[in-house]
């Protein structure tokens, strides 16, 4: 599966990004979809995944109540949707696929530059 993201861009703290990710190639559907982020000088965090049955998981505290992560099948695209965002969140944001049997991500998207400005 080949992923592409976008939907980054420069907002002020407090503000709202959507990013997407769009898929081609196998069924989307048979896929968990993870969003990660890498921010300069650190090691990339697991910010959030759904699997093929719509349940979801967030990683990262500080994101939780501020970050949705969603899908579309009919579209092949997985959504996450950050809210009130603070500085700290600044990062390039990165999709993922694994197939259910899988242990780690094997499919990643080119990733996407969240800069949020205080």
């Known amino acids: 599966v080949q992923l592409q993201a976008s939907g980054g861009g420069l907002v002020q703290a407090g503000g709202s990004l959507r990013l997407s990710c769009a898929a081609s190639?196998?069924?989307?559907?048979?896929?968990?979809m993870g969003w990660f982020r890498q921010a300069p000088g650190k090691e990339r965090d697991f910010v959030a995944f759904?699997?093929?049955?719509?349940?979801?998981?967030y990683y990262i505290g500080s994101v939780r109540g501020r970050f949705t992560i969603s899908r579309d099948d009919a579209k092949n695209t997985v959504y996450l949707q950050m809210n009130n965002l603070e500085p700290e969140d600044t990062a390039v944001y990165y999709c993922a696929a694994r197939l259910s049997y899988q242990r780690e991500y094997s499919y990643w998207g080119q990733g996407t530059q969240v800069t949020v400005s205080s």
């Open positions: 190639g196998r069924t989307f559907e048979d896929y968990t």
């Open positions: 759904i699997n093929r049955n719509g349940v979801t998981g």
